[in-house]
């Protein structure tokens, strides 16, 4: 059975205490665009504690470019509550050890949910030592990304973990287009590829490809 996670989002959010009581959320954070609507719509239920945790961004000046457009935004968008960024290790070879024999997989395939499961469970652990209420992460705001798979993986983190895992869909009514608007909004830098040196080259095939057919 298909499970509608956007609805179960709208059914934990109902539940939720408000004012001074809001509940604590550790949101793992892959980039600024994919941040902007997910930081608006949650900080009005949660108090937000941000990681940047994504080993698998290639070449590293990428990474630290992401870092800090993600910073800039912070700094710019006005939400309810001060949001602190918390900077995980950038250690490639976390992440090419983890998806080792999976190069040449397509994007979307098995590489990927291995590095999905990879920052979700240091998303877990990460929440679990910050003692926060709930965790989750904004790679579902993607039409590029499965929600469902990433919903069961940070389930699975969760329970590992014994801490809840807030599910989402963030890019369901119209959640992704809201984040292209945030994004030209607040003149942000928007990557043509998911992060690591396999989208990476992966994609400038495909605009090779374009040209080639021009």
């Known amino acids: 059975m298909k499970i509608n996670y956007q609805k179960k989002l709208e059914e934990t959010l109902s539940s939720l205490p408000t004012g001074q009581d809001k509940p604590t ?11 902007t609507y997910v930081l608006q719509y949650l900080s009005k239920y949660f108090q ?11 070449p590293k000046n990428e990474y630290f470019r992401r870092l800090e457009e993600l910073k800039i935004l912070i700094k710019q968008m006005e939400l309810e509550n001060t949001v602190e960024i918390i900077e995980g290790d950038y250690d490639s070879q976390q992440f090419y050890q983890c998806v080792r024999g999976l190069e040449n997989e397509p994007e979307g395939g098995a590489r990927c949910e291995r590095c999905f499961a990879l920052r979700l469970e240091e998303a877990a652990k990460q929440a ?3 003692e926060v209420n709930y965790f ?5 705001i993607s039409p590029h990304k499965n929600a469902a798979l990433l919903n069961e993986i940070g389930q699975l983190m969760g329970d590992k973990y014994n ?6 869909d963030f890019k369901k009514k119209e959640g ?11 003149d942000l830098y928007r990557q043509d590829y998911c992060g690591c040196i396999f989208s990476k080259k992966e994609r400038e095939l495909q605009k090779q490809v374009r040209c080639d057919t021009k």
């Open 48 to 58: 937000i504690k941000i990681l940047f945790y994504n080993p698998n961004i290639a």
């Open 163 to 168: 801490i809840p895992f807030l599910c989402s």
């Open 136 to 140: 989750t992460t904004s790679l579902t």
């Open 25 to 35: 959320l550790l949101l793992h954070c892959c980039c600024a665009p994919c941040s």
């Open 128 to 130: 679990v030592q910050l």
């Open 176 to 186: 992704f287009k809201q984040s292209l608007l945030l994004s030209d909004q607040y």
